[in-house]
């Protein structure tokens, strides 16, 4: 399986932050052991995938419908329109910010891949879930309530991003990034079957270029969504080159 190392800019960043896609663009050129990509805001992605070379751009959202009354959103085929090769679906932010369920991220994803996009599907507990020991129960449960029928490996992406290390500097240990990954796996192999021990797991929260490479040593970690160190191509291309070094 090869790395990816996958970049979501949120709500950041006019005209001018693609000056850094173009050297995020130019370095992930001499690392082709690695697929980087990148997802701006819904403005930038046309101009993106122009520019992008060997990077592959994406959304950060889509709607469940191919077109409609849905006053501010984008369809999938939309997406694919703008040069857009795959989507997040059921980040922790839409999920607590818009309420964004199971069900609805399983029928963002299923409209994703109908249009021909690959989905990276986030799944993740919050603080009082881990504290209260159900990470695990709660994650698998995301995942099975968040991939859609019509994935496979070659379509579906899963990202592990356990809330609370999302832009705060916190990451779980090695031991539990591990410990949900092997859990992730397992439920895919009982999900999708086969095609499910190909699906690349990523693992988001607080990556950085210092601790990418310790945490792409865990089971199953095949890769990182990373949300502020993806920023700047001085933050992100350390992560990609680490990336690099492991894949080698
Ligand atoms: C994210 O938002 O998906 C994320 C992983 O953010 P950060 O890298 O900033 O923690």
């Known amino acids: 399986m090869r790395t990816l190392i996958a970049g979501n800019w949120k709500m950041n960043g006019g005209r001018a932050i693609l000056a850094e896609l173009d050297r995020i663009a130019a370095a992930a050129a001499a690392a082709p052991a690695v697929d980087v990509a990148i997802a701006p805001p819904f403005t930038l992605l046309a101009e993106a995938a122009a520019r992008a070379g060997g990077v592959v751009i994406g959304g950060q959202d889509c709607h469940s419908a191919p077109k409609g009354a849905h006053t501010g959103c984008i369809s999938a085929g939309m997406l694919v329109e703008m040069g857009a090769r795959f989507v997040i679906c059921g980040h922790s932010e839409r999920r607590a910010e818009f309420g964004e369920s199971d069900a609805l991220v399983r029928s963002k994803a299923h409209a994703a891949l109908g249009a021909g996009l690959t989905a990276i599907v986030c799944i993740g507990e919050d603080e009082a879930e881990r504290d209260e020991g159900r990470a695990l129960m709660v994650v698998a449960a995301e995942l099975e309530g968040s991939v859609p029928p019509n994935a496979n490996a070659a379509n579906l992406v899963i990202s592990y991003e356990p809330a609370w290390a999302i832009g705060t500097g916190r990451t779980p240990t090695l031991a539990e990034i591990g410990e949900m990954h092997l859990i992730i796996r397992a439920k895919l192999l009982q999900l999708i079957g086969e095609e499910g021990a190909r699906v690349r797991i990523l693992y988001g929260g607080s990556v950085n270029g210092t601790n ?16 502020g160190a993806s920023l700047t191509a001085d933050q992100f291309l350390p992560i990609v080159q680490a990336a690099a070094n492991v894949s080698q």
């Open 212 to 227: 990418i490479a310790a945490i792409l040593t865990c089971p199953e970690v095949n890769g990182a969504l990373i949300g």
